[in-house]
């Protein structure tokens, strides 16, 4: 692997891992595969390494990342983990459910990170190629997708090489992402309120029965803008993007769903978890064809389709 591009890919095995694990310790740049999509880790306690994240996407400071933890204890020394929180975490963790918390004065993360907010986002994620290399470097990483800011996330090695070759320091490659999309994030406010900041594959409604046995009461309106990765255009292809299509027109890149086929499809037998682990692959595709268009087949609004439609609203925004 290699070949011409500059930035370096290793696959995510134990000798791959301990040199990301060195080139983190140094306050270097490595995209690592999680069970969502690939993240562009660095040292989150560290203000050079974490300014160097921002600066390889080109993303606006003032949007803030999510802090990646082995598992609630280590989450707890960046956030008061108490209540739900720690019920959710112990219940879901590791998974792929980021909760926005009140962060501790005491946290040692750069301020960056938090980008001045008083909460602080974690995840404690379930890829194997994560979590050994959380526990090999022993620190708090800090990762954003692994793209640049406002273009499509990457679900496989080589789209993080596409979009940031060359900008950052060493690729871990462990294939496909499973889940295909990114974390669930869940807002716990200091009364007790949930806010959904971001679906994703973890179904809130069905987790709220299942560890309190009633319905959630939804959260308010108006939170989203706290967090910039759910505003308007994101994800884009960098081309105009149809919704709801049930053809494609000549010019258009069609990405098909069940019955409607297409250049691609997101899943012919119309199975939403292979959607959403689809998905940004299609997306990519669309991006780089020459057909000038894309049109993409209506997908259902039910579980992790929530999360696949709210992805594609922001692609089409
Ligand atoms: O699945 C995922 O969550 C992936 C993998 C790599 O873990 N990461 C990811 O990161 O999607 P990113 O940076 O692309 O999206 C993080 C989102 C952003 O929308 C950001 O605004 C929000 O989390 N966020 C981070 N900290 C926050 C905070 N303190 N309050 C509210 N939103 C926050
Ligand atoms: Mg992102």
Not at 2 to 29: C, M, P, Q, S
Request: proline share 7%; aromatic share 4%.
């Amino acid at each position: 692997m290699g070949g011409k591009n500059t930035t370096e890919t290793v696959f995510a095995d134990a000798k791959g891992i301990a040199r990301a694990a060195r080139i983190l310790a140094g306050g270097g740049l490595v995209a690592v595969p999680t069970e969502t999509v690939y993240g562009l880790a660095a040292r989150a306690d560290s203000d050079e390494a974490v300014a160097r994240i921002y600066q390889a996407k080109g993303r606006p400071s003032f949007n803030p990342l999510i802090v990646h933890v082995r598992d609630a204890a280590q989450a707890a020394q960046y956030a008061r983990l108490e209540g739900d929180a720690d019920r959710l975490a112990r219940s879901v963790w590791p998974g792929p459910l980021t909760l926005v918390l009140p962060r501790r004065e005491d946290a040692g993360l750069a301020a960056a990170v938090t980008a001045g907010l008083p909460t602080v986002a974690l995840r404690a994620p379930a890829h194997p190629a994560m979590r050994a290399l959380l526990a090999a470097c022993d620190l708090p990483l800090a990762a954003p997708s692994a793209n640049r800011s406002g273009f499509i996330s990457p679900t496989r090695a080589e789209h993080v090489s596409a979009s940031l070759d060359g900008r950052i320091d060493l690729i871990l490659d462990a294939g496909p992402c499973e889940e295909g999309v990114e974390s669930t994030i869940l807002a716990i406010r200091e009364d007790g309120r949930w806010d959904e900041l971001r679906p994703g594959p973890v179904d809130l409604d069905a987790l709220h029965w299942r560890l309190f046995d009633g319905p959630r009461e939804s959260g308010g309106a108006g939170d989203a803008i706290e967090a910039p990765g759910q505003l308007a255009s994101h994800y884009a292809p960098g081309k105009p993007v149809r919704l709801h299509a049930a053809a494609a027109e000549a010019d258009e890149f069609m990405i098909g769903f069940g019955d409607i086929p297409g250049h691609c499809t997101l899943s012919s037998s119309g199975d939403l978890a292979q959607a959403a682990a689809r998905l940004y692959a299609c997306l990519h595709e669309a991006a780089r064809s020459d057909l000038p268009r894309v049109a993409v087949a209506a997908v259902p609004e039910a579980g992790i389709g929530v999360a696949i439609n709210d992805r594609l609203r922001r692609a089409a925004a």
